[in-house]
């Protein structure tokens, strides 16, 4: 079973941050085979905080994530000449876009996406992360795509039980709104 490294719905994975707090309700990620370009679409982003101090984190985390000469891609990001972060306001939300160009498929290894004996490419079905799919089909755990087409799923990671954990959930976007 391929080791998933790098968690896409989480922003900071892409950056090397550890315990990264800023997270997205829903990631929409789309593979490009005949272009070779990853997409992932984080979708109303969050920060989980615990303590009242999280915040000061999440203020450190939000401002190398919104600075450029700041932050560096992970290795896992290959060409890092044509990896680009962009933010957007949505809605009174906050969107962030990534995407980047891969030369060898092993480089999405580390988010999980991989071809099987058959050459089609697969994600294993982790109940928490919520994959849906209209190009896909689950078989067996994995989810399976055609290795030809542009293949498309969301994920929706199982957050809505952080309160009683005894997290807080911070809207990035009202929390922008609050440090202007």
Same mark, same amino acid.
């Given at each position: 079973?391929?080791?998933?490294?790098?968690?896409?719905?989480?922003?900071?994975?892409f950056?090397?941050?550890?315990?990264?707090?800023?997270?997205?309700?829903?990631?929409v990620?789309?593979?490009?085979?005949?272009?070779?370009? @990853?997409e992932?679409?984080?979708?109303?982003? $969050?920060?989980?905080l615990? %303590?009242?101090?999280? *915040?000061?984190?999440?203020n450190?985390?939000?401002? @190398?994530?919104?600075?450029?000469?700041?932050? *560096?891609?992970?290795?896992?990001? *290959?060409?890092?000449?044509?990896?680009?972060?962009?933010? %957007?306001?949505?809605?009174?939300?906050?969107?962030?876009?990534?995407?980047?160009? $891969?030369?060898?498929?092993?480089?999405?290894?580390?988010?999980?996406?991989?071809?099987?004996?058959?050459g089609k490419?697969?994600?294993?079905?982790?109940?928490?992360?919520?994959?849906? *799919?209209?190009?896909?089909?689950?078989?067996?755990? $994995?989810w399976?795509?055609?290795?030809?087409?542009?293949? %498309?799923?969301?994920?929706?990671? $199982?957050?809505?039980? @952080?309160?009683?954990?005894?997290?807080t959930?911070?809207?990035?976007?009202?929390y @922008?709104v609050r440090?202007?």
């Open positions: 079973m391929l080791e998933v490294k790098i968690a896409f719905f989480v922003i900071g994975a950056f090397g941050m550890q315990n990264a707090r800023i997270v997205a309700e829903k990631t990620v789309t593979l490009h085979p005949e272009q070779q370009l @990853i992932f679409e984080q979708q109303n982003l $969050y920060a989980v615990m %303590r009242k101090e999280d *915040s000061l984190l999440l450190e985390e939000w401002k @190398i994530l919104n600075t450029p000469e700041n932050r *560096s891609w992970v290795k896992e990001v *290959s060409d890092k000449d044509t990896a680009v972060l962009e933010f %957007r306001k949505e809605d009174k939300s906050i969107t962030a876009y990534i995407a980047f160009t $891969y030369s060898e498929e092993k480089v999405l290894q580390p988010f999980g996406l991989y071809k099987n004996k058959e490419w697969c994600i294993k079905n982790i109940p928490d992360w919520n994959i849906e *799919s209209k190009e896909g089909t689950l078989k067996g755990g $994995y399976v795509f055609d290795a030809q087409q542009k293949i %498309r799923f969301s994920v929706r990671p $199982y957050f809505e039980t @952080i309160e009683k954990q005894g997290y959930k911070q809207d990035i976007y009202s @922008i440090s202007q």
